[in-house]
């Protein structure tokens, strides 16, 4: 019901900065939240940050505050990681992922339904 595709994701070096974006198609209006998560070799996938449609509840994990930006543009159905000030420890693969939960934190990956392919992004040092 929902299709979601990242891009944005390269290679680039400490101190640099890169965009994701994640495409939203088909029933959106049923995910109120969309969130970032990432995923390093032999890492558990975590959460980055997330939001609603409406702009409302944006978190990101205590890694990348001040760092990473989430953002959307509704017209688009587009959902944005504005990622500055890389670090090695940032290369991971990054998924867009949306949750049509009513309650809870979406925290947590089991709490999305919805997930994209993910996206490479690798920082070097």
């Known amino acids: 019901q929902v299709q979601l595709v990242e891009s944005g994701g390269g290679l680039v070096r400490a101190g640099g900065s890169l965009r994701l974006s994640c495409a939203a198609s088909?029933?959106?209006?049923?995910?109120?939240?969309m969130g970032w998560f990432r995923q390093a070799p032999g890492k558990e996938r975590e959460i980055v940050a997330r939001?609603?449609?409406?702009?409302?509840?944006?978190s990101s994990a205590d890694s990348v505050k001040g760092r990473f930006t989430i953002s959307r543009d509704n017209a688009k159905n587009t959902v944005y990681l504005q990622m500055n000030s890389l670090q090695p420890e940032d290369t991971a693969v990054y998924y867009c992922?949306?949750?049509?939960?009513?309650?809870?934190?979406?925290?947590?990956?089991?709490?999305?339904?919805?997930w994209g392919q993910g996206t490479q992004v690798t920082v070097s040092s």
């Open positions: 088909g029933r959106t209006f049923s995910s109120s939240v």
């Open positions: 939001m609603s449609w409406s702009g409302d509840r944006p």
């Open positions: 992922a949306a949750s049509s939960r009513t309650t809870g934190w979406r925290i947590s990956p089991l709490e999305y339904d919805y």
